[in-house]
């Protein structure tokens, strides 16, 4: 079975709409899917390293929050696509 790669600006339009924040299971399960949890925490943790998202451990998982910098990101790749 083919997996289907979600672009950046996805994960990023879902770390903007949810204040709560979001992990990788509920990325999984609730938004796509289409796409393994170990593929979303794969996604996040690299918005996290380039400094678009914030995290917080939770139990055995990481709660991502989007930042300043991932809000500029988003809307720079929108325009870009546009």
């Given at each position: 079975?083919k997996?289907i790669?979600?672009?950046?600006?996805?994960y990023?339009e879902?770390?903007?709409?949810?204040?709560?924040?979001?992990t990788?299971?509920?990325?999984?399960?609730?938004?796509?899917d289409?796409?393994e949890?170990?593929?979303?925490r794969?996604a996040?943790?690299r918005?996290?390293?380039?400094?678009c998202?914030?995290?917080?451990k939770?139990?055995?998982?990481?709660?991502?929050w989007?930042?300043t910098k991932g809000?500029?990101?988003?809307?720079?790749?929108?325009?870009?696509v546009?």
């Amino acid at each position: 079975m083919k997996t289907i790669i979600h672009p950046k600006t996805d994960y990023l339009e879902l770390l903007l709409e949810s204040p709560d924040g979001l992990t990788a299971n509920e990325i999984s399960e609730i938004y796509f899917d289409d796409v393994e949890p170990s593929t979303a925490r794969k996604a996040l943790t690299r918005l996290y390293k380039q400094g678009c998202a914030r995290r917080q451990k939770e139990g055995r998982e990481y709660r991502y929050w989007i930042t300043t910098k991932g809000i500029l990101r988003y809307d720079y790749l929108l325009k870009r696509v546009e």
